[in-house]
């Protein structure tokens, strides 16, 4: 679906962080969403986390870096690390580049399937209003 001239998979789900999980059977591949990408602009530094590492939905997984910004990337849902995409350490460019395909950051087996209830689909009004907000308040920075 396009909203406010972005595109967001109909297929994921979303948080207010500008994140987006693809759920896979009991595995959940999170990234940045296209909006995230071009808010954060160009992506310098990616600090994957280890496999193996157990999270809880909301809790700091990862941090990236642009040239003027450093986020701090939270689990979309509660597991363990399964794979991380390690080609962004040395290309984390892919992010901006490809950030619903190459520029993944990790994947998650889920242990609690109802942490999807607390993000959002990309047809739910509360989203829609999110993202119109979002290009509001970053106006400048999206030119």
Same mark, same amino acid.
């Given at each position: 679906m396009n909203i406010a001239g972005f595109e967001f998979p109909d297929d994921l789900y979303y948080d207010r962080r500008h994140g987006w999980a693809r759920v896979?059977?009991?595995i959940v591949v999170q990234g940045m969403?296209?909006?995230g990408?071009?808010?954060?602009?160009?992506?310098?530094?990616? &600090?994957v986390p280890r496999v193996g590492r157990e999270v809880q939905q909301?809790?700091?997984?990862m941090s990236l870096e642009s040239g003027k910004w450093v986020g701090r990337v939270?689990?979309?849902?509660s597991g363990k690390i399964v794979e991380v995409n390690e080609e962004l350490?040395?290309?984390?460019s892919l992010i901006n580049q490809s950030p619903f395909d190459k520029g993944w950051l990790v994947k998650i087996e889920m242990i609690d399937p109802? &942490?999807?209830k607390n993000l959002m689909r990309v047809d739910s009004p509360e989203f829609q209003a999110f993202i119109e907000e979002e290009v509001e308040k970053y106006r400048e920075v999206l030119g």
């Open positions: 896979e059977g009991k969403t296209d909006f990408q071009r808010i954060a602009q160009e992506i310098v530094y990616v &600090e909301g809790q700091t997984l939270p689990a979309m849902v350490e040395w290309e984390p109802t &942490e999807l």
